[in-house]
């Protein structure tokens, strides 16, 4: 049994969640809604004021689906409670960071300034060489937050470049010079 899916979410005051046919789960909070079809393999119960996921059988493909199932409906649940949030830091010697509107301005040693759009539902905030981008659905926070990153990644040797502020980068020792 899955150990993750077997465990109930519990549903804060303030949320509501109306699950549909095909497993359409709506989920309303302090924050905004989200909605999401699930696999219509689970069957997904409230039970006063919590869901429950359960499984049908134990085959490989159901198993797998229990787990990410409840962890979606979870995921939502915070979401519109207390929302997701990614920290990015930049570094790097005339590397610079500007916010205008919902545009991301990033100086990052190319020839060109590069620009990013805020997608729906997230909103980026700059504080001097932070960049902190939040929303109520994590996915699209971290795919965003991993778009940013990938704009200049972090390099081994002298740190340059954006990194997560929660990320170790692994240095290396440049080359040693002639004897």
Do not use: C, W
């Amino acid at each position: 049994m899955s150990r993750i899916g077997r465990m109930p979410i519990a549903i804060p005051a303030g949320v509501t969640v109306t699950i549909a046919e095909n497993n359409q789960v709506t989920v309303k909070g302090p924050k905004g809604t989200l909605e999401r079809v699930l696999p219509a393999e689970m069957e997904i119960k409230q039970e006063g004021d919590e869901i429950v996921v359960t499984r049908p059988n134990d085959l490989k493909k159901n198993k797998s689906l229990h787990g990410l199932t409840r962890t979606l409906i979870n995921n939502m649940v915070i979401g519109v409670t207390e929302g997701y949030s990614k920290t990015l830091e930049v570094n790097g010697v005339g590397f610079r960071v500007a916010k205008s509107g919902n545009k991301l301005t990033l100086n990052l040693g190319f020839s060109h300034p590069v620009e990013m759009i805020d997608p729906e539902g997230v909103e980026t905030s700059v504080d001097g060489n932070k960049i902190v981008v939040s929303g109520i659905d994590k996915e699209k926070v971290g795919q965003f937050a991993a778009e940013i990153r990938d704009k200049k990644r972090p390099e081994p040797y002298k740190g340059k470049g954006i990194k997560y502020a929660d990320e170790v980068i692994r240095r290396k020792v440049g080359k040693a010079g002639k004897k």
